[in-house]
Every structure is written in C-alpha cells, then in structure tokens.
C-alpha cells in the first residue's frame, strides 16, 4: 500500500502498471506510448517495466490501432490502446461502432471482447482543432460499448482496473484538464463498480448532475450557493453507459430538482438522455423543470473563446437561480449586466456594483452618500446619488441588512461595474414553522432583488417628483418567504392531530428561577419522552411507504434576535444532561442573536420544542415542521383555579400540546409520550441529570 499526493495521470500509470504485472494478457499499445510514454505521460516507464512487447508504439493510424486491438482481443489478449486526443480517434470510429460494439452479438455472446480504448477528452487546456472536445454522447449511443469517466484520480485507478477486467469493450474518458489536479490517494483502492454514481456532496434542495471534467465545476458552485442559502447535491455519474438509474432517481426525488452539467454541445447530449430518465422515473417529485447547462451546439472553439465555451461556476449558478425558489437568493439576478449587480465577498455579505445606467454610459460621478458604514438598510431604500452625462440618479439598495464599506468617496468617478458599497445581510430565518412568529420579512427572510432595478436607478430626481405628484395608492406587495413555503407543505402532506393538557405548573416555575431557566426544564423532559417513545424522533419516506426511526434526537427550539425568529438545532441533544443542556441553549441562542449561528444549527433537526408562551398564548395547533414527525407546544404559565384533594385553588397552570403524524403513531402512543413530558415537569426530582 502507498499513499501520497498524486494526479489522475499518475494514478491511471499506476492502475496500468498493476494490471501489467498481475495479468500477462494485458497489453498496451498506440502512437507514442512506448518511449515517450504517452502525450501526458500516463504510461510512462511502463515500456522500460515490461518491455516492448507489452507495452509499444504503433503507426499513425487510430483505425490500425483500434482494428489490431479487435483481433488481439478476439485471440484471447486484453489490449489496452490510447488514442492520443479525443478528436483523434473519430478515423477508428468504424472500427468502434461496426466490429468492437457488435462482435458479441454478432457472435451471440461466445465470444467476448475484453479490450479497453483510453481516450484524453474534454477542453480546459487550451488544446486547439482536433485536440479538444466532448465525444461522449457518440459512444454513449452506441449499444454494446461501456463507457467510462473518472472525475477524481481515486475513480481513474478503479475504473480502469475494472474496465481491463471486463470481458466487453470499454470506452474510457480522461478528462485531460484533470491529470495534474492532485489528491491523496492510497494505492490500491477500488472505489465502485461500473454503473454506480457518488454523490460527491449531499443536499437537500437540488441535484446537480455530472461526470468527467464537470464535477469539480458543480462541486465549487454548490458550495458557492451554500452560502447563497442553498443546499444543492452533487452527483457524479462515474459511469454513463451503464447509468446509475437508481441513484439518479434517488437523489432527485430527495431534492426535487435536477441541474446536468456537462461540457459537449447540449443538443442530443448526455444531458438531455439524462432529463429524460428524471422525467419518467421521478415526474412526480419534480418540483420544477429539469434542466442543463451545457457547452454551446458549435464546433469546439479556438483556445482564445475556450473558457466562454465551457460551462463554468456562473453559468451553473444562474443554472440554478433559474431552478430553486424565487424567494431564495438570487446568484444570477445579482450579477446580471444591467441589473443592480452583485459581486460576491464574504459568507452573508453583497457588494452592489455601479450598474449599467442605459445610453451607452459608461461612468458616472458619486454626488452623495445617503448612508455610513455601520448603518442598517433596507431593501430598496436610496443609498446614492450619482450623476452621469445625462442626469442625476437615484441607487437603491437590492439588500437588507448594514453597510460594512463604502468603496469609494463622494466625488470620485466610477466606471460601470465597479464597487460601491458592501451590505452584509441579515441572517435568514431557519424557515421553521413555529406558532405566532409568523412569515414576515422582520424575521429575517432576504427578498431578491427586484428585476426593475436598472430602471428604478434611472429615473432622475425630477422624475420621482412627477410620480410622486401622480401617485394613486395601491396594494403593498411583500414576497413569501422559506417559512410560507414550509406551512403550505407541511400543511399539504402531512396528517397531523393535536392533543393538549393542562398541568400544574408551580414546580416547573419555581425550578426555571433558580437558575436554570424554563427552556432547559422543557427540552429535557422532551428528551426523556423522546427516549421512551422513539417513534415520535422519526420521518416518513412517502415514496418508499416506510416509517424512517432516527438514531438521533437534533432538538429545534425558538430563539427570538433582532432580526426575528432564528430557530437553532442542538445537535445529539439525547446525550445532553441538564447542565450541559442548558449551556448549549445559551450558546447557541448568543449565536443566533449575534447572527453568527453554524449552517449546522440551522437545519436538520427531528424535533421541536415550540414555546409560545412568550406571546402571551395559552395553548396553539402548530403545522409540522416537515419531514419532522412530532412537536411540543407550551403556552404561557397563568394563575388559574384548581381542584387539588377536592379543593379550589389558584394554581400556577399551563397548557402543553403535542402535534404529532398520524401516520407515526396512534393516539395512544402519542398520549402516553404527552404525558410523560407533562411527568417530567411536574416531578419533584429534577429529570435528566444523567446524559442517557
């Protein structure tokens, strides 16, 4: 075993090298292989190892190559033959599609034809005509051929050692702008086998779908638009022929989007065979067209006009701007010509770029600053005044949230693009359905920016004036936000029933003065409920009818900040004691309150714990927070008559509901769970010392 830091080039030299030494039927061949060993030297030294009759250099002629490699393997050998760029080997593609592709049918089955053609492809190097392109879908479309792409040097090992072991002829596709591109990797390694994908990231609202070169692309504009809000997965396919049909159905019934990425020409692509595959196998999840990013439908182009060519991390995120929610943030609205275009800086922050002001203008003079560093803004509230050839205009701001630099000083002469000043955004809201903390914009939600914002920026102020003098009032419009969505869903799917009951309250009182405070006191006694009845900690899989029982309890709880309500997630909160309890809610409440609460705490929690007492309510019927199964309600502790022993008197109550799926339980599961919780807050040992 060894392990280092090493390219896709080195590893497939490896994975040649170890299928030389241990197999004598394999053989490997073609222009250039032997004693230069190879354009990107991936069979270096391996005619030194083996010698020339394992490992040697033909004429230039891909059709002799690939012919000679269809006897070799009819003869019993396992040829293993290189076609030095992807362009190249279209003169063997005869060879290919009428001898390689057909011989085991043609022989119905009794003669197998184990032979591996390697072929470098993609762009990325600046490669000119002939040197570069995305031939993929040529033989991907040709039955009895499979066809191969690593994405990571780890893949290339693998695959290429499975593929000389396959009886059937392999295509297998290196992505050439992947070669250098180093990892650590311990050899040997088997990684999966062919028609398995990987998911390379795991998300929640979109897939991302890709192979070869493109995977390294859609992994850096998922993480781009994790900070964006979003949470996008990344498949990688490994293999196109055979495809992972079950993992592709997979992950976009769990997202309900599909985004395919890849580098040839969209028109009868890969990408499109792949639409059509989501489309029948998960019609009924999508939650919105599936769609592609693609190289263009022309001849690959020059090196110059590579990198417009190429599908890159812009056009995937406007990909998926197009995709996800309008009420989610806007990568591509914000960065479009002529628009209030943003330039993205740190996590949570935007930096509004002078836009284009229409008439061909291409500068314009800062006259004044409406706003300081430090200052809190609004979404459309006027920032600057600036003043071009034609005319004074207005800037408004597309965020929400406090200026943190003004990149320029009033009077300076900017040029359209260049940066202005920098909003870092309040924090969105965890989009949990809580009673009584609403949908409103005050809680947090970040509204896109508005697509008339070059026109709003236009406008001179003598222009405000007459329409502000014509002005007839009208509806205020305001758009929904992550929690609306989640009320409508939970709402829609999910079959809840409420049950409550009134408890004495006097110990539970008394316990939340001494210190320890009341929102301990109320998740511990979930937790020991949670314990006892683990069905109420668990999901519903729709599309598979199965009843999802989670390991771990990930407790939500309400913390109301500035910005409105945040809803943070303790994380294995099971295995929390009181004490400790007690100080991860403070924590993470801080957190929140500061606007500086881990993506981690923000999602993913299989229960909530909804305190609503705060609003001076005794008692609610919250929806779900899907797919969680189960909610805790406590309204607020008044002073109310009670019958104790026979006798009336004012106790200390409050009222506790739980909401929980029908489908999960019965109602005596979920009323023996209610009043466990009611046990532990009325008990007079103090529950939950103990981490369980």
């Known amino acids: 075993m060894t392990t280092a830091d090493m390219g896709m080039a080195r590893a497939l ?19 250039d292989v032997g004693r230069l060993g190879g354009v990107f030297r991936v069979t270096d030294g391996l005619r030194d190892a083996f010698g020339d009759r394992r490992c040697f250099d033909t004429p230039v002629s891909e059709a002799g190559i690939a012919g000679l490699a269809v006897g070799m393997a009819m003869a019993g050998w396992r040829p293993v033959v290189e076609m030095q760029f992807d362009a190249f080997a279209y003169p063997a593609f005869e060879q290919i599609a009428s001898h390689m592709a057909k011989m085991r049918n043609r022989t119905r089955g009794a003669l197998p034809l184990p032979l591996v053609v390697r072929i470098p492809y993609g762009g990325g190097i600046g490669g000119v005509e002939h040197h570069s392109d995305s031939s993929e879908a040529y033989y991907a479309h040709t039955p009895g051929l499979k066809v191969v792409t690593p994405a990571t040097a780890a893949d290339a ?71 964006e809000g979003w949470d996008v997965e990344v498949l990688d396919l490994r293999t196109l022929v055979p495809l992972d049909d079950d993992a592709l159905a997979a992950s976009v019934r769990r997202t309900g989007r599909c985004l395919v990425v890849h580098e040839a020409q969209g028109y009868a692509g890969v990408g499109a065979e792949i639409a059509a595959r989501v489309q029948e196998r998960c019609f009924d999840a999508l939650r919105a067209p599936v769609l592609r990013v693609t190289g263009y439908d022309i001849p690959y182009p020059p090196p110059l006009l590579e990198d417009a060519h190429l599908p890159d991390v812009r056009r995937v995120l406007e990909g998926l701007h197009r995709l996800l929610p309008a009420t989610a943030p806007a990568p591509a609205a914000a960065r479009r010509t002529g628009g209030a275009v943003a330039a993205t800086g740190e996590a949570g922050s935007r930096t509004l770029l002078l836009p284009d002001l229409g008439e061909g203008l291409a500068e314009a003079e800062v006259l004044e600053w409406k706003v300081a560093v430090g200052d809190p803004v609004e979404h459309d509230q006027v920032v600057a005044e600036v003043e071009t050839a034609k005319s004074v205009v207005t800037l408004p701001s597309p965020y929400t949230g406090t200026v943190t630099a003004l990149h320029c000083r009033a009077g300076a002469v900017v040029e359209v693009g260049a940066p202005l000043l920098t909003v870092g955004e309040e924090t969105a809201a965890s989009g949990a359905v809580l009673t009584g903390y609403g949908t409103s914009g005050r809680a947090g939600l970040r509204l896109s920016p508005r697509p008339s914002g070059a026109a709003t920026c236009a406008m001179t102020d003598a222009a405000h004036d007459r329409d502000a003098a014509r002005a007839v009032p009208s509806p205020s419009r305001t758009p929904l936000g992550p929690a609306a969505q989640k009320f409508e869903r939970g709402q829609r799917d999910t079959p809840a029933v409420t049950i409550w009951a009134d408890t004495e309250a006097d110990l539970l009182a008394a316990r939340a003065t001494l210190g320890t405070g009341l929102m301990p006191l109320l998740a511990r006694a979930c937790l020991d409920a949670l314990a006892a009845f683990p069905s109420l900690n668990s999901r519903v899989d729709s599309d598979r009818g199965e009843l999802v029982r989670l390991p771990q309890v990930h407790l939500g709880f309400a913390a109301q900040t500035d910005h409105g309500l945040v809803v943070p997630v303790v994380r294995n909160a099971g295995g929390l004691g009181l004490d400790d309890l007690a100080a991860e809610l403070r924590r993470l409440t801080g957190l929140a309150r500061r606007g500086t609460l881990p993506s981690e705490h923000l999602t993913g929690g299989t229960f909530t714990l909804n305190n609503y007492g705060g609003f001076a309510v005794d008692g609610a019927t919250p929806i779900l927070n899907h797919p969680q199964a189960a909610m805790i309600g406590v309204g607020r502790i008044t002073d109310r008559p009670w019958v104790r022993d026979g006798r009336v008197e004012v106790r200390k109550v409050v009222n506790v509901s739980l909401t929980f799926d029908h489908r999960v339980c019965d109602g005596g599961t979920a009323a023996g769970f209610l009043r466990r919780v009611i046990d532990g807050l009325t008990s007079a040992d103090l529950p939950g010392n103990q981490p369980e």
């Open 157 to 227: 090992y693998s695959l290429l050692r499975e593929a000389i072991d396959d009886p059937d002829p392999v295509i297998f596709l290196e992505p050439k702008r992947r070669y250098w591109t180093k990892e650590p990797l311990e050899l040997p390694v088997r990684t999966g086998r062919f028609g398995t994908a990987a998911v390379r990231r795991e998300g929640s609202d979109a897939t991302l779908v890709a192979y070869g070169p493109s995977v390294d692309v859609a992994l850096e504009a998922a993480q781009l638009a994790a900070a």
């Open 13 to 31: 030299n490896a994975a040649l090298r170890d299928a030389l030494g241990t197999d004598e039927r394999v053989v490997v061949f073609g222009e």
